[in-house]
Antibody
């Protein structure tokens, strides 16, 4: 059974870079079936899909964040990572990594990381 | 992007009652709509995919219906563990989008 474990800081200063990593265990990381996603949840704005990376390294980002986001892959460690640049208080949210499953919905999630943007 | 509007925002019901949750899309998403359940401090859990298919391990009291722009999640008889927030999500278009959620609370 796949498990996603998130790591990264919970406090980021304004204008700096938010960096989170998701480690996948359970054997499906290199499968061509799955996409690996980042999703965030604002206290008042609900769930927002940030982007995905495929096992080949190809990516697709939400146009609303595209200019500030990079998602990368380290297949040797079964990890994928999120970098969100030039953060502001509006980026304060719970960030989740999630797998796009066989049914093309998010069927496995990380535990979530509360990230606060504050000086 | 596709906007998903859920109603009602809050549903106050008792255990054993039937819950009917609605999700309306700003444009047709065919049948490519799913539902998630979220409890406090937990990530969302996939319940239903492609309108009416239950995800692995989801009890039969959860069912989904609809097509195009109007979708419904029905919980036939609420169990205590069903009181939570429910979100719909479409996969017909990029970017993937979610509704704002319906909270099912104990009356």
């Amino acid at each position: 059974q796949v498990q996603l474990q998130q790591s990264g800081p919970g406090l980021v200063k304004p204008s700096q870079t938010l960096s989170l990593t998701c480690t996948v265990s359970g054997g499906s990381f290199s499968s061509p079936v799955h996409y690996w996603n980042w999703i965030r949840q604002h206290p008042t704005k609900g769930l927002e899909w940030i982007g995905y990376i495929y096992h080949s390294g190809s990516t697709y980002y939400n146009p609303s964040l595209k200019s500030r986001v990079t998602i990368s892959l380290d297949t040797s460690k079964n990890q994928f990572s999120l970098n969100l640049y030039f953060v502001t208080a509006a980026d304060t949210a719970v960030y989740y990594c999630a797998r796009d499953g066989y049914n093309d919905f998010f069927d496995s999630w990380g535990q979530g990381t509360q990230v606060i943007v504050s000086s | 992007e596709v906007v998903l509007t859920q109603s009602p925002a809050t549903l106050s019901l008792s255990s054993g009652e039937r819950a009917t949750l609605s999700c309306r899309a700003s444009q047709s998403v065919n049948t490519f709509l799913g539902w998630y359940q979220q409890k406090p401090g937990q990530p969302p859990r996939l319940l239903i995919y492609d309108t009416s298919n239950r995800a692995t391990g989801v009890p039969a009291r959860f069912s989904g219906s609809g097509s195009g722009t109007d979708f419904t999640l029905t919980i036939s008889s609420l169990e205590p563990e069903d009181f939570a927030v429910y979100y719909c999500q479409q996969r017909n278009y990029w970017p993937r989008t979610f509704g704002q959620g319906t909270k099912v609370e104990i009356k």
